[in-house]
């Protein structure tokens, strides 16, 4: 209990100080205009109040991996808490604020156009592809998730398919319309829901006395049932993506940008937003542990049911909410992936407009570049649900990786503090490659050649960034 209060306030003071800290070197302007003013369209590019994109924007990347992600994590055991606090606060939500930041700077731009202006038009190439395959990838994720747990609330009604269906029809919708139609709307108020869902219960998981395992020199070691093949590096930090550190967090970032009224709330909502989520993955976490009785018996119960969260989530909401609180919770989890879901796709289709340079004003227009990536995402549908969770795991943490570097870069050319993104991007680095090398859905390798390998390549990229950086200097000294 006590590492769980101290993982919470650990949260609230990493926002109220070091958000401040890295806002210093944003070049924040609350004089200048934004580009829900300057580029208003009525579609995309939307003046909200600030209140309303900080719901939306923390609906949005919070879908299944602060739940999920959060559970599947707790088998690790207390470092758990560890890497949600931490990476929470000095990596997911620094990487947040500068995506969203640096996307009010260019005028709404998509994170993958901003990173080409940073680390050049290949990188810009790569990035296009990459981040529509990750956002169609998280659509799909995101529609059999939510499918699941609705089949299971409705098993004489409607089958998993039927569910599927449902979710793709609203997915449409909440893509094609303008985004003050439905996400300005409803999404606030099942933003509040969620929060208040994970609020209400680990508050009955206090009142009924479960006991929350503490983080010690005892406990500081791998829970997991298969701790060979699962360990803690760097499995554990790709496994609690969304509830530490997202990548897809910075295809969210500028649908927000798009409609922030002011460039000093963007620490409220990008920041602030992350720092909700990583608290929603520290209660999630908590209870994980310690419901079934334990970090051994949870890890038996995800084994039993094929590590299935959507069960754990099930068990956990109807035993401690009761069937109605249990409804209303699990109501709470489906509609964050199904909202995080369809901002995927409509990130996925601004991508491609702004590749393409095509005006997303008249309707048709958007169904020309919508239709084909719902299609794609359908087909994804028919893959087992672990396998794409796996992909999509990566490849959202080889994401934020990269944005951490572009973030790094643009430090040093307004010759900023590069620090508080460099040592997150160096991690992050390491961790993404060495899961590439050794996880089962990469290459396989044990740990003694996939540690090494991992490790070069991050020494490897520490070192173009040193050459980059001099070149840079030397620059600005022959310039003046």
């Known amino acids: 209990m006590i590492t769980f209060f101290a993982g919470l306030l650990t949260l609230i003071l990493g926002y109220i100080f070091y958000s401040r800290f890295i806002e210093r070197f944003a070049d924040v302007d609350g004089t200048r205009k934004t580009p829900a003013f300057t580029m208003k369209d009525g ?12 719901l939306i924007q923390f609906l949005n990347i919070a879908g299944l991996g602060p739940i999920f992600g959060a559970i599947a994590g707790a088998m690790w055991g207390p470092v758990a808490f560890l890497w949600i606090v931490l990476g929470s606060i000095f990596a997911g939500a620094v990487h947040d604020y500068f995506s969203g930041m640096l996307s009010i700077k260019h005028k709404g731009l998509s994170i993958t156009e901003i990173v080409g ?8 190439q790569f990035m296009r592809g990459f981040t529509v395959i990750l956002m169609v990838l998280v659509g799909a994720v995101f529609i059999m998730g939510p499918a699941k747990i609705l089949a299971g609330l409705t098993p004489n009604f409607a089958s998993v398919s039927f569910w599927v269906w449902i979710v793709f029809v609203y997915y449409l919708l909440a893509t094609m ?39 010690n020199l005892a406990n500081l070691r ?90 754990i989530v099930n068990d956990i909401s109807n035993s401690l909410l009761g069937k109605l609180g249990g409804v209303l919770a699990l109501l709470g989890v489906v509609a964050a992936p199904i909202t995080s879901g369809d901002t995927a796709f409509r990130s996925a289709r ?10 997303q004003g008249p309707i048709k227009n958007r169904l020309f570049v919508s239709i084909p990536l719902f299609a794609i995402g359908f087909l994804l549908t028919q893959i087992d649900f672990s396998i794409i969770w796996r992909y999509f795991a990566w490849s959202n943490q080889t994401l934020a990786m990269i944005v951490l570097w572009t973030i790094t870069v643009f430090l040093v ?68």
């Open 117 to 124: 202006i940073y680390l050049g038009t290949g990188t810009k």
């Open 43 to 54: 579609v995309d590019y939307v003046p909200l109040k600030w209140w309303k994109i900080f």
């Open 350 to 359: 601004l991508i491609v407009a702004d590749f393409m340079n095509y005006n």
């Open 413 to 480: 050319q307004q010759r900023k503090n590069y620090w508080i993104t460099l040592l997150p991007a160096v991690f992050m680095t390491a961790v993404t490659t060495t899961y590439l090398l050794f996880a089962p859905e990469g290459f396989s390798l044990p740990k003694s050649i996939s540690y090494p390998i991992g490790a070069l390549i991050t020494v490897f990229a520490l070192g173009m960034f040193i050459v980059y950086k001099r070149k840079h200097s030397a620059q600005l000294i022959a310039k003046t």
């Open 222 to 311: 791998n829970f997991h049932a298969n701790s060979d093949k699962f360990p803690i590096f760097p499995m554990l930090f790709i496994t609690i993506a969304c509830g530490a550190i997202s990548g897809f967090h910075a295809t969210q970032s500028p649908l927000m940008a798009r409609c922030l009224t002011n460039e000093t709330y963007g620490r409220r909502v990008f920041y602030g937003a992350m720092i909700s989520e990583g608290i929603v993955a520290l209660i999630w976490a908590a209870i994980s542990m310690s419901f079934f009785g334990g970090i051994r018996e949870l890890n038996e119960t995800m084994v039993a049911n094929g590590g299935n969260a959507a069960v």
């Open 177 to 215: 319309l303008p985004i003050d139609k439905i996400i300005g709307r409803v999404y606030p108020v099942f933003g509040l829901s969620l929060l208040f869902m994970a609020v209400g219960l680990i508050i009955a998981l206090f009142v009924k006395g479960y006991h929350i395992p503490e983080l």
